[in-house]
């Protein structure tokens, strides 16, 4: 078993409409010694693809960068799959699980490979050093230096953990040089806490997860959804199994459930959705999701000096958790106070993502369909067309010629070229002013205004307007 550190740099946050611009990565042991050489790729960026001016400007990778010295995402897929995905590998990020590891998804969906395979065949599994950092702050921090942002609030970003803490650390934003420098910070917390480490290691599995959530004991929670006030940490009970998920709905136990248990289901989903407590009550209820590594812990890791830190009140926590304990008719108002959430959201995801590369998550692919999939990838492209009458799920047929035309544009026949290029306006300029095409110049010429840019970032700016006012002519 090793671990396998990756980073990416992209099109911006979105990873349903985003795309990976740079990809690095380096294998290790599980005492972190390097295992052969770096990878360290550029993909080339689609024309119907606009980036997020914001970004390119701190990562500074332009779209033609990309399309001089990347590959195509096929082309990466096939190295990807065929060097990379090893049995025993677990991967491994700096906030991966809820970034990375999306857009990863999203690259394998749309050239057509199965996206969730790679992290769980052949004893495969996933892990995330954020969690691990924020954990290790909050329960045992002794030997490492921690940095607080600009308003003095703790931050675990890593670029400022690599400061403060004198990793090297030369190319923030560069995917390879992130990789090392999250290597080298998990070297030192393995160094100063090597028991909570191999702790958070052991527990990445969900049956594991599962196990401690659901004893009916109060546990440590470590979550970005919690205050820096509290270093992201508290103390939470199990509730119930969520009805869809693969997850549990736990109960922060430094708030009193008095005032939420007698709620309505539709008062439970308005505080639910609260996420400012200047404006009301708010729900300290969160989703634990067992497939995310969250970082969790025994009520007796909780020494004095961590309740200190956190401002934990035990008495307080053993006292909620008793009034939590004698609620009996609770469970079915949250139930369906969850399903009206739902329902809003699945609405919200209909109504802005209709485009099939955004449908990843729709419903699970059979395995006829991955039988397709695997002979779409084996197909020479001049006949990839051929193909559709056998394909069952319409998602894979639409993708089918939009995978030909992002990856083998010079075997389009002149029907296809047409269709790619209607594809391509229709994307770009369905809106008018409010048209992805619009907004992009319009970001570009709003920065260009800006006074704090440097030489090299106007030069960037110039790169993504020739871009954007050229994309319709390629």
């Known amino acids: 078993m090793n671990f396998y550190f990756y980073d990416l740099e992209t ?32 993909i080339k960026l689609t024309n119907d693809i606009l980036p997020d001016p914001t970004a390119v400007l ?17 082309e990466f897929m096939t190295f990807f799959n065929k060097n990379i995905v090893k049995p025993g590998t677990i991967f491994i990020g700096f906030n991966n699980i809820r970034f990375d590891d999306e857009f990863m998804r999203h690259i394998l969906y749309r050239n057509f490979y199965d996206p969730y395979e790679w992290q769980w065949q052949n004893d495969s599994s996933r892990w995330d050093l954020l969690d691990v950092t924020r954990m290790t702050r909050s329960l045992r921090p002794a030997g490492i230096k921690w940095p607080f942002d600009s308003d003095g609030s703790p931050s675990n970003q890593l670029g400022l953990l690599t400061k403060i803490n004198n990793i090297d650390h030369l190319e923030a ?3 390879l040089s992130d990789v090392n420098a999250t290597i080298a910070l998990a070297h030192l917390i393995r160094l100063k806490q090597p028991k909570l480490f191999d702790y958070l290691l052991s527990m990445r599995q969900k049956s594991a997860i599962a196990d401690l959530v659901t004893k009916g004991r109060p546990f440590v929670y470590t979550s970005g959804k919690y205050p820096s006030e509290y270093l992201k940490t508290t103390v939470v009970s199990y509730l119930i199994d969520h009805p869809k998920r693969q997850a549990a709905l736990v109960y922060d136990l430094r708030q009193d459930p008095t005032p939420f248990y007698k709620l309505s289901p539709a008062e439970l989903v308005e505080v639910w959705q609260r996420r400012d407590p200047a404006e009301g009550l708010v729900l300290p209820i969160k989703t634990l999701q067992y497939n995310r590594c969250p970082a969790i812990a025994p009520l007796t890791t909780l020494d004095k000096a961590s309740q200190e830190r956190l401002k934990l009140d035990i008495t307080l926590i053993k006292h909620n958790a008793k009034i939590l304990n004698q609620i009996t008719d609770w469970q079915p108002k949250l139930l369906e106070a969850l399903e009206i959430l739902d329902v809003k959201q699945q609405e919200r995801l209909f109504s802005a993502e209709g485009d099939v590369d955004n449908q990843l998550y729709d419903h699970f692919f059979t395995s ?30 639409t993708m089918v010629p939009l995978y030909k035309a992002r990856n083998f544009f010079n075997d389009l026949s002149k029907v296809e070229r047409q269709y790619w290029d209607n594809y391509r306006r229709h994307r770009l300029l369905s809106g008018d ?36 006012e050229n994309i319709l002519n390629k």
């Open 58 to 74: 701190i990562t500074k990778i332009t779209p033609q960068k990309t399309i001089a010295e990347g590959l195509t995402e096929a």
């Open 433 to 468: 002013q409010n048209s992805r095409l619009s907004k992009y110049l319009n970001q570009v010429q709003e920065l260009e205004t800006q006074s704090w840019l440097s030489k090299e970032q106007k030069l960037i700016l110039d790169e993504l307007r020739l871009y954007g």
């Open 368 to 397: 006829y369909d991955k039988q397709i999939m695997n002979q779409v990838r084996r197909t020479d492209p001049v006949i990839l067309g051929e193909l559709t009458a056998q394909i069952k799920d319409p998602r894979l047929m």
């Open 173 to 175: 934003h560069d995917a």
């Open 11 to 42: 099109t911006g946050f979105n990873s349903r409409e985003g795309r990976i611009m740079q990809f690095g990565g380096q294998r290790t042991t599980l005492d972190l010694k390097p295992i052969g050489a770096p990878d360290n790729f550029y």
